[in-house]
């Protein structure tokens, strides 16, 4: 099957400047890296001719013979770069796949390029902490002191891993680069150097207390802002509060994950707020008033209308939820539950049957009960017909 066109892989012009080739570069790489596709083969396979294509169109000389001479440039290894060694060929070096993940997921997993030498492959790894909060810290916000274990720079040796008055020095094995090279073959293999992990240098005389990780293991306090109005699954990124990075890198973040947990009065939906509030049978037949409270700690008076049903639902305008970075609130809901007597007194069961036998499960005091039995009577009619 014949390759695609690079140029219409990426969905570029053939005259695209590089900002251009890489915006949609990144855009089809995010669409189809792997992270976000897991066990789609299509996607891999698309992800891979993407990364390809970019690889030949962000070069000046890959891209000018490519240009003139299309796939065949590249046929049995290809042009040379001028002054590559044997084996230097096409696709080999520092670009493609690697050029995808630095680019646009390195600064997020903890490695800020691999271009800038082998320091950042120590960088410290982010921290997650999941934080249950009550409904009315996210009402008004709140300050929050949290405790994490975490691993912190060593103060013995201000982080670097060597013993105090001693420095880093440059490693041997790959002179400060942090990768070797091995030949196989018509290929060049590139690795991690194994004597300095990537660092580009090697210590000769270790921190004792941190054994020269530059850091060690410490519980540390912070304190946490959370902002009014914040919803459940809201995260909240402490930069430069994860783990220490190993030898002076860079620090990782620390990101909180907050849950808000069950009222004992209140739902939240949203910016409103619900609340179910039973009332007396007397009340709801003859109306009345109720006073419910509300999530800043006042009370709220309902006036009651005569006749009022179960499930009727009374709207508090301006009573709900504190709107995030706003100086909107929700609504409150107030729905009404109306609770049947329990209990009664002879004189209380007497008064009942009086109101029964005067007529007060009727039409007129009961329409709705009232109507519903009398469609059951025409069903039954009807069935026996």
């Known amino acids: 099957m014949a390759k695609r066109d690079y140029y219409e892989t990426l969905g570029a012009d053939k005259g695209a400047d590089k900002e251009a080739l890489k915006r949609a570069y990144r855009k089809l ?3 189809y890296h792997p992270d976000r596709n897991p066990d789609d083969p299509e996607a891999e396979a698309k992800f891979k001719e993407v990364n390809e294509a970019y690889d030949v169109l962000k070069d000046d000389e890959k891209r000018a013979a490519y240009d003139r001479f299309g796939h065949a440039a590249f046929e049995n290894g290809g042009p040379r770069r001028p002054g590559a060694g044997a084996g230097d060929f096409g696709f080999g070096g520092g670009g493609g796949f690697a050029d ?6 390195g600064e997020f997993m903890g490695g800020g390029g691999r271009r800038g030498g082998g320091q950042q ?3 410290g790894a982010d921290l997650r902490l999941n934080l249950e909060i009550a409904l009315e810290d996210a009402f008004n916000g709140a300050t929050k002191e949290i405790r994490i274990p975490s691993s912190v720079a060593c103060e013995a040796c201000n982080g670097t891993g060597a013993e105090k008055g001693s420095q880093p020095v440059t490693c041997g094995t790959c002179t400060g680069n942090g990768k070797v090279r091995a030949q196989q073959g018509f290929f060049t293999i590139e690795r991690t150097c194994p004597t300095c992990g990537g660092a580009g240098k090697v210590i000769e005389k270790p921190c ?5 990780a530059g850091r060690v293991q410490k519980e540390k306090t912070l304190s946490v802002s959370i902002p009014a109005g914040v919803e459940d699954g809201t995260r909240i990124r402490l930069a430069g509060e994860g783990e220490a990075g190993l030898r002076g890198a860079s620090t990782g973040d620390l990101y909180i994950f907050l849950s ?9 939906e949203g910016a409103d707020i619900h609340c179910r509030v039973p009332i007396p049978m007397a009340k709801a037949a003859l109306g009345g008033s109720i006073e419910v409270p509300t999530l ?3 009370r709220v008076k309902v006036t009651i209308p005569e006749g009022t049903q179960a499930g009727h639902q009374f709207r508090l305008r301006g009573k709900g939820m504190t709107v995030y970075q706003s100086s909107l609130r929700g609504d409150l809901y107030v729905e009404v539950t109306v609770e049947t007597p329990v209990n009664l007194t002879k004189q209380q069961k007497e008064l009942l049957k009086q109101f029964e036998e005067a007529g007060g499960n009727g039409e007129a005091t009961s329409p709705e009960s009232a109507g519903f039995f009398a469609k059951v009577k025409e069903l039954w009619e009807d069935l026996r017909d």
């Open 29 to 31: 790489a995010m669409q």
């Open 100 to 105: 995808i993940f630095d680019e646009m997921f």
């Open 121 to 123: 492959r120590g960088r």
């Open 208 to 212: 004792r207390p941190c054994g020269g």
């Open 260 to 268: 808000i947990a069950p009222h004992r009065f209140f739902q939240r």
């Open 296 to 298: 800043e700690g006042r």
